[in-house]
């Protein structure tokens, strides 16, 4: 069974980038014709998309976040990465990585990471 | 820009049928998934292209559109569907992922 774990620091300094890892297990980001994507969730809140990315590096992001993000892949280690560059309290969030679908639905998701901006 | 409108909570007495709506402009264009969150955990897609249903989801969730509405439908309702709810959708116009605001369902 597909799973998915995300890893990172859990503190980030305002103006800093937030950098993240997602690690897929058991299946083959190389082997499989599927998109990846990050998604978040700030305390209390509703879901946020920020962007997508295929295993041959081909990514799409939310427009709102563009000029910050950074997806990127790894698929000799099975793993996708995120940047969120110049952050601020308001990316304080749950950040969860997920497997798209073929219609942009997600799943499944991992079970999220913290990350709080503060000084 | 696009909008996807959630009531902010639902609540229904167990074995009734819970109802969620999600409306769009023009929704009917779009292909809508939706996702179910239990407290402290992460969602987990529950329907997908409006009415199909991943494998190890119950019959009683089911999804159904007309005109500029998606509903989540969900017969009789357990304790153990508590949790929110959230639509979805992707908005060819502003190339984004969309994602409604979140339904509270109650079991009372």
């Known amino acids: 069974q597909l799973q998915l774990r995300e890893s990172g620091p859990g503190l980030v300094k305002p103006s800093e980038t937030l950098s993240l890892t997602c690690t897929v297990s058991?299946?083959?980001?190389?082997?499989?014709?599927?998109?990846w994507g990050w998604i978040r969730q700030p305390p209390g809140k509703g879901l946020e998309w920020i962007g997508s990315i295929y295993y041959s590096g081909s990514t799409y992001y939310n427009p709102s976040l563009k000029s910050r993000v950074t997806i990127s892949v790894d698929t000799s280690k099975n793993q996708f990465f995120l940047k969120l560059s110049s952050v601020t309290a308001s990316d304080t969030a749950l950040y969860y990585c997920a497997r798209r679908g073929s219609s942009d639905w997600f799943d499944p998701w991992g079970q999220g990471t913290l990350v709080t901006v503060s000084s | 820009s696009y909008v996807l409108t959630q009531p902010p909570s639902v609540s229904v007495a167990p074995g009734q049928t819970a109802m969620i709506t999600c409306g769009g402009n023009?929704?009917?264009?779009?292909?809508v998934h939706w996702y179910q969150q239990k407290p402290g955990q992460a969602p987990v897609l529950v329907i997908y292209?409006?009415?199909d249903r991943p494998s190890g989801i119950p019959e009683r969730f089911s999804g159904s559109k007309s005109g500029n509405t998606a509903t989540l439908t969900i017969s009789r309702v357990e304790a153990g569907d508590e949790a929110d709810y959230y639509c979805?959708?992707?908005?060819?116009?502003?190339?984004?992922?969309?994602f409604g605001g979140g339904t509270k369902l109650t079991v009372l």
């Open positions: 979805q959708v992707w908005d060819s116009s502003s190339a984004r992922v969309l």
């Open positions: 292209f409006e009415s």
């Open positions: 058991t299946d083959s980001i190389r082997n499989s014709p599927y998109y």
């Open positions: 023009n929704i009917g264009s779009k292909s």
